[in-house]
């Protein structure tokens, strides 16, 4: 139907409804900050994204479009005069009021996603301030530089690398060293920050979900050191530690499909499966426990983004693709499946991302196979360090899941591949 629609009526009807829709999210913003007056209403919006539409339709590389913004421009600083008169100082206003007059031209030049992008943008800069300002003054001064400092080594020294092979038992290239490690560091990162600065009082669940995307192994750490004092939270404690074995099984699914596609298409339905049942068991749990997941919270604080961290990381990476390079020269697959077994009881990122980043000498499917073994046994990890850490009846559901996730992983992928 809309392939009738002639495009440019099309673009001219999406930058009115943009426009508008803009415009109310404006008035609410004056109103929730009891601003008496702004530069204009609902159709003034309305209006200037039609004023802007017209202009770049009529001429877009001539002076028109240019004298339009131009004049809207010294209205709009009359009126910040005006209003820095009653010591009103905000910018926000007049910065919408342009971007709405650049809705026109983004319709007709750019595609629909990066319009519709553009608006909601417009709407959350509207919408958002609390969160945007309560974010910005909890936000602490040393996690800027240390965003800094990784925007400098992902942005500057990672193009710098060559993308040659280290040496003949090192089959993995300095590039994909570096590259994996901004990979982990990144995706750890994202979760570091929506657990320290977005959900800082967060229950147990909430926890697993955003410690298991951090690091499983650590979040069932603190989670089980937690639970030890809550031997009656059994619904609670369990969801959380199965929660967060879900949520590793999405960050690697994730970070293999960024790094090797083909490998990710493999390990997809077996992946997907767990997380899903997993999701399921966490439902039942809580359905059946009749627990409050708003109580009790577990705090995660090692940051992911340290160069010490990162350079920890590096040198592990080199390591197990040293040991992993040696026992398949020596031994073979059934060398690669023994020690996936056995490094499941360490950090296995750096482990399977020298497999997904290295050049060995053995087919995709015993990578693969590999892959799902080492989190199996790192399921067995976990399962002991929740019965250790713990010592009481509230984990035992999530150790008979974490047991019974392990031999599914090792019956799969010995039979499978």
């Known amino acids: ?69 131009a004049v809207l421009g010294v209205m709009l600083g009359i009126f910040y005069w005006r209003q820095s008169a009653l010591k009103h100082y905000s910018l926000l206003e007049i910065i919408i009021a342009l971007l709405v007059f650049l809705i026109g031209p983004v319709a007709v030049t750019f595609p629909s996603w990066f319009l519709v992008s553009f608006v909601v943008l417009l ?6 301030k609390p969160v945007i300002h309560q974010f910005s003054e909890n936000l602490a001064t040393n996690e800027i530089v240390t965003l800094a400092k990784f925007l400098i080594i992902s942005g500057v020294i990672l193009p710098l ?33 929506a657990q320290t600065y977005l959900f800082k009082t967060r229950g147990l669940l ?52 960024l790094l090797d596609n083909s490998i990710g298409k493999n390990l997809f339905v077996a992946f997907f499966s767990f997380i899903i049942f997993s999701c399921i068991a966490v439902i039942g749990l809580l359905y059946f426990g009749k627990r409050d997941i708003r109580k009790q919270s577990a705090e995660m604080s090692q940051h992911p983004l340290e160069l010490p961290t990162a350079l920890l990381f590096a040198s592990m990476f080199v390591l197990f693709t040293f040991i992993t390079q040696t026992v398949i020269s020596h031994f073979g ?35 693969v196979a590999a892959v799902i073994i080492a989190s199996g046994s790192n399921n067995l990890l976990k399962a002991v360090y929740a019965s250790l850490l713990t010592r009481n009846r509230s984990v035992v559901l999530a150790v008979i899941w974490q047991l019974l996730l392990s031999v599914i992983s090792f019956l799969y992928a010995f039979y499978e591949f």
Not at 164 to 186: N, R
């Open 161 to 193: 690398l060559p993308d040659k092979q280290i040496a003949e038992l090192l089959p993995v290239t300095y590039y994909k060293v570096w590259l994996a490690v901004l990979v982990v560091s990144g995706f750890s990162y994202l979760s570091y920050l």
């Open 333 to 367: 697959d059934h060398g690669l499946n023994f020690l996936s077994v056995v490094v499941g009881f360490t950090d296995i990122d750096p482990f399977i991302l020298s497999l997904l980043s290295g050049k060995y000498s053995v087919p995709e499917n015993a990578i």
């Open 123 to 128: 709407i959350l800069m509207l919408g958002e």
């Open 206 to 257: 909430l926890t697993g979900l955003l410690g298991g995307l951090y690091s499983s192994t650590a979040a069932t750490v603190v989670i089980s050191r937690r639970a030890q004092h809550l031997k009656d939270d059994w619904a609670n404690v369990s969801s959380a530690l199965i929660m967060a074995t879900a949520m590793m099984y999405l960050r690697l699914l994730v970070i293999i499909f």
């Open 1 to 69: 139907m809309l392939e009738s629609v002639p495009p440019l009526l099309l673009n001219f009807l999406l930058t009115i409804v943009f426009s508008f829709i803009v415009g109310l999210e404006f008035h609410n913003y004056l109103k929730s900050n009891q601003f008496q007056f702004g530069f204009g209403s609902i159709r003034t919006f309305v209006l200037i994204g039609m004023f802007g539409f017209i202009l770049f339709q009529l001429n877009p590389n001539a002076p028109f479009f240019v004298l339009g913004i």
